[in-house]
């Protein structure tokens, strides 16, 4: 994209609408000269900025991706992601999640070689954590486009009141208020202890 666009984090609104849409690897480049911002894309080219996150929500994430992580290596298949993966998705967007899995079988569907920039592919399982900063509208809606792109399990969870949304293709959303929560069809085996995520929040 020539010269790269310098973001100051300060003075950033919450998002930006370009009169010309970035292309996947202009985005990349825009990504990669502004590290200490989390950049996503909308589905309508619209650029979203995240901020840090504050220490609760950032130790929850890190005791998400730990457990996530847990799980995986007892079989060691796929791939694990955390908050700072970004995916391309077959609407346009590209977005990030706060955890994610990738099947072998969709691994599989990327190109030989291809181990630079963010991979064209939709996790097979996606964790969502709100933050107080969050719109839990636009999360919710976050959601639902993980699922229209290719999603078969995607997590909302708030620590706040202590909850998982649970989002599946052609099912009602539904809400896990409980100990711990188990996994369904790709992460089949997976128990997300919730004791430890709400631990992060007592201070």
Known sequence: ?????????????????LDRPLSDEQLEDLCA??????????KDGEILMNPPTELTTTDGNSEINL????????HRQG??????????????????PDAAYIAPA???TLPKGRAKGFPHVCPNF???LLSRSDSLRKLQAKMRDWIANGAE?????????????????????KVVAAKSIQGTGPIEGFTLDLTEIWRCYDL
């Open 126 to 128: 996606v964790i969502e």
């Open 106 to 108: 969709r691994l599989k």
């Open 153 to 173: 399990v995607a997590w909302l969870i708030d620590p706040y009141k202590r909850r998982v949304s649970v989002y599946q293709p052609g099912m009602e959303t």
């Open 79 to 96: 791939k694990v992601a955390e908050s700072n993966g970004g995916f391309f998705l077959a609407d346009g967007s590209m977005l990030s």
């Open 67 to 74: 457990q996530l992580r847990n799980w995986w290596k007892t």
């Open 1 to 17: 994209m020539g010269a790269s666009l310098l973001l100051i984090p300060e003075l950033l609104p919450g998002s930006i609408v």
């Open 33 to 42: 000269a502004n590290d200490l911002i989390q950049l996503e894309r909308a």
